[in-house]
T-cell receptor, first 116, second 114 residues
């Protein structure tokens, strides 16, 4: 059972365009939603994260939009650059006592290519 | 380099051999997690350890896999009698605490089983 579904699997965007990656989750107990960026041969690095008490969080060119009722969240990359070309993973976890936030459930990833 | 250090970065084993993967957490972090990434898949949680304790091994296969985080030295993920299906990237992550939500990942150890 895949608890976090991510789409699209791959994405090609022109330089300067907007990249949008979507995720949907099933477990209503999830309360922490990070996005990780992974370059080839490297480990995932935390990009931005959101908790369900807000509907949007922005950090520079990266924005997470969160829709609790629809159980969906998305990553928007504004003014996409070739250096943004990487694989992006959404994830989710729950953080109540006894479980912790460490057990992240990852989506399958989106390979983003930003072309000049 | 104060990041999560993993070694070896690449490991090739024949079926039936043992694989040992090592992880040193970030300075100041005492919580270590192992994740496995199969080709074209997301990462999947395997085990969570603190010094000398396994806290949660709910994602670990019941056989052939074991993990430890001794009082001194790195955390070790051990895979006995490897099979081709064990071929994957194994990532270690660390954090200051289990509920901070922020995991810092190493660059991974890529195991290939021939």
């Amino acid at each position: 059972q895949q608890q976090v579904k991510q789409s699209p699997q791959s994405l090609i965007v022109q330089k300067g365009g907007i990249s949008i990656i979507n995720c949907a989750y099933e477990n209503t107990a999830f309360d922490y939603f990070p996005w990780y960026q992974q370059f080839p041969g490297k480990g995932p690095a935390l990009l931005i994260a959101i908790r369900p008490d807000v509907s949007e969080k922005k950090e520079g060119r990266f924005t997470i939009s969160f829709n609790k009722s629809a159980k969906q969240f998305s990553l928007h990359i504004m003014d996409s650059q070739p250096g943004d070309s990487a694989t992006y993973f959404c994830a989710a976890s729950r953080s109540y006592s006894g479980a912790g936030s460490y057990q992240l459930t990852f989506g399958k990833g989106t390979k983003l290519s930003v072309i000049p | 380099n104060a990041g999560v250090m993993q070694n070896p970065r690449h490991l090739v084993r024949r079926r039936g051999q043992e694989a040992r993967l090592r992880c040193s957490p970030m300075k100041g972090h005492s919580h270590v997690y192992w994740y496995r990434q199969l080709p074209e898949e997301g990462l999947k949680f395997m085990v969570y350890l603190q010094k000398e304790n396994i806290i949660d091994e709910s994602g670990m296969p019941k056989e052939r896999f074991s993990a430890e985080f001794p009082k001194e030295g790195p955390s070790i993920l051990r895979i006995q009698q490897v099979v081709r299906g064990d071929s994957a990237a194994y990532f270690c992550a660390s954090s200051q605490g289990p509920n901070t939500g922020e995991l810092f990942f190493g660059e991974g150890s890529r195991l290939t089983v021939l």
